[in-house]
């Protein structure tokens, strides 16, 4: 194993695993922190997806370090501690916490930050988080129901976090190449800075940035900064040519889509799948917090649906109904009751045939997960950018399209299903 990444989430893990896959590395996804004694697959790479964007700090701590160690016990020389391209914290963490805890684990002096993805109009300007037009602060990422953005300056959003000094690699210094990076990486190493935001606000950025960290211990960021990485590593000698994907296994049975973001986007991504004639099923958030929604009612509606077609069962809403169920009820309540549902969802459609499920959200996709049982997943085809279909190593496997809320297309739950067809 060359590269291991914990990521914070299921959908972040899946993204990354897809970028690393598609520039020809073998790669495996591990879900949750590495059993003791159970050795991981043997890879080029392996993403390790937590469950740790929102949980206190300390738990996330612990959970990032068990799997940092177990996946330097296998092999890596790298480490990333992926998050997602729209910097998801608060200012008590978890970023800053879990970056400052692995510095100390792998003896990192200096680190990045660079969660820029211009695929999906995430990029990085004087330090500034930008999300397509809009700063961060200004996107709908305000709104967002446990992790409000309302700051786009990336450096002053870690510095809140974090035990370090953070500063900055401006656009010049990126746009000037690999080398004028590693000048200021050193530098900043010897003036005791110990995190850099890179600006990036292309994909050659990118690339620049992969072949400047690849010998670093630790790297933070999204998907974005593994980049360059793979081709770095073959000039230095570490991986060899790129080698042909697998063909994806065929996974007969029917398609259900699972919907529990709030996210704008999949907001209007559920509004084109029911105007499209999707059957569907809206979830009151009320009525799953007082636990009065009958999940073996609605598998079995589901499984009454026409068969060539998904179905599909929302339980997103608004930013303004999700605040106001907060207040009511707490913000752990309503966040824990939605996962509980679309979990024991998930295994009741499986029991009723479903084999394909498309999932949106990072935490309804890690409650489906957990709630199946699934401990790794093989990375599959491409729907949108970031966006793979996965598959789990089971006897029988499962087809699983995990999507982080601010990801796809207008039309991604319809286009998903027509991948597999």
């Known amino acids: 194993m060359i590269f291991g990444a914990v990521a914070d989430d299921l959908t972040g893990a899946t993204d990354l695993g897809l970028m690393l896959a ?9 879900i949750g922190v590495p059993r003791e004694g159970v050795p991981l697959p043997e890879a080029d790479a392996c993403v390790v997806a937590l469950k740790s964007r929102t949980i206190p700090a300390a738990e996330a701590v612990e959970m990032s370090l068990a799997s940092a160690r177990a996946l330097r016990a296998a092999g890596a020389r790298q480490i990333l501690f992926k998050y997602c391209s729209t910097f998801d914290s608060t200012d008590e963490g978890n970023i800053g916490p879990v970056m400052d805890a692995l510095m100390a684990e792998l003896g990192a002096p200096v680190t990045v930050a660079c969660p820029a993805f211009p695929e999906n109009g995430r990029t990085i300007y004087k330090g500034h988080l930008f999300v397509g037009d809009l700063l961060l602060s200004d996107s709908s990422m305000k709104d967002h129901p446990l992790t409000p953005m309302t700051d786009a300056n990336l450096v002053r959003v870690l510095a809140r976090q974090s035990r370090h000094t953070v500063g900055l ?45 690849a010998d670093m211990p630790l790297i933070t960021g999204g998907s974005g900064i593994a980049m360059g990485l793979p081709d770095a590593y073959r000039r230095l000698g570490l991986l060899g040519e790129a080698s042909a994907a697998d063909a994806d296994p065929h996974v007969p049975g029917r398609t259900a889509i699972l919907a529990g973001s709030c996210s704008a986007k999949t907001l209007a991504q559920v509004a084109a799948a029911a105007e499209a004639g999707i059957a569907h099923r809206r979830l009151d958030p009320a009525a799953l917090v007082a636990e009065a929604t009958p999940v073996a009612g609605l598998a079995d509606w589901a499984a009454d649906q026409r068969a060539d077609r998904p179905v599909m069962i929302v339980s997103s809403d608004t930013p303004e109904k999700v605040r106001a169920l907060q207040r009511e009820h707490g913000k752990g309540a309503v966040a824990e009751a939605v996962e ?10 499986v029991e009723r045939g479903f084999r394909r499920l498309i999932v949106a959200g990072g935490e309804t996709s ?51 299903d027509g991948v597999l067809s």
Request: aromatic share 6%; charged share 20%; glycine share 12%.
């Open 22 to 30: 598609r520039a020809g590395m073998s790669v495996v996804q591990a």
């Open 169 to 213: 690699v401006p656009f010049e210094v990126v746009d000037a190449g690999a080398e004028a990076i590693r000048d200021v990486l050193g530098q900043a190493s010897r003036e005791g800075t110990g995190a850099l935001v890179l600006d990036a606000v292309t994909d050659a950025h990118l690339v620049a940035i992969g072949e400047a960290v």
């Open 340 to 349: 509980h549902t679309m979990g024991a969802l998930a295994t009741a459609l």
């Open 366 to 416: 890690g409650a489906v997960i957990g709630a199946l049982g699934i401990e790794a997943l093989r990375i599959g085809r491409e729907i949108d950018p970031g966006v793979p279909w996965t598959y789990s190593t089971t006897a029988e496997p499962l087809a699983l399209a995990l999507k982080s809320g601010n990801f796809g297309a207008e039309d991604f739950f319809l286009k998903a």
